[in-house]
Nanobody, 122 residues
Framework: QVQLVESGGGLVQAGHSLRLSCAAS????????MAWFRQAPGKEREFVAA???????YYTDSVKGRFTISRDNAKNTVYLQMNNLKPEDTAVYYC????????????????WGQGTQVTVSS
């Protein structure tokens, strides 16, 4: 069993930065693929970024060059550094953990955090 707790969300102006953190419980954190998803009002949950257990990294096209995902296995924590934020980045951001072969579909993840709100004003 893995429990995930996100933090770091907030209200920022466009062009500014935020860093999200996701703290995980359990001793097998290093064996999980970790990902960030987001869900805007009235929209489906969408993939943002993922980092595999072996540190391979993937991003959705809309955040490439602006967002950076990283993990610290010693602290059981995954991060999402978000720079040059845009109003269209506004959403609830969720952390997820899984061992699936694919990274993009939410169904590949077994554990989810409660989410943290990110609001970007223009």
């Amino acid at each position: 069993q893995v429990q995930l707790v996100e933090s770091g969300g907030g209200l920022v102006q466009a062009g500014h930065s935020l860093r999200l953190s996701c703290a995980a419980s359990g001793r097998t954190f290093s064996s999980y693929n970790m990902a960030w998803f987001r869900q805007a009002p009235g929209k489906e949950r969408e993939f943002v970024a993922a980092i595999r257990w072996n540190s391979n990294i993937y991003y959705t096209d809309s955040v490439k060059g602006r967002f950076t995902i990283s993990r610290d296995n010693a602290k059981n924590t995954v991060y999402l550094q978000m720079n040059n934020l845009k109003p269209e980045d506004t959403a609830v951001y969720y952390c997820a953990a899984g061992i699936g072969a694919s990274l993009v579909p939410p169904s590949q993840y077994d554990y989810w955090g409660q989410g943290t709100q990110v609001t970007v004003s223009s």
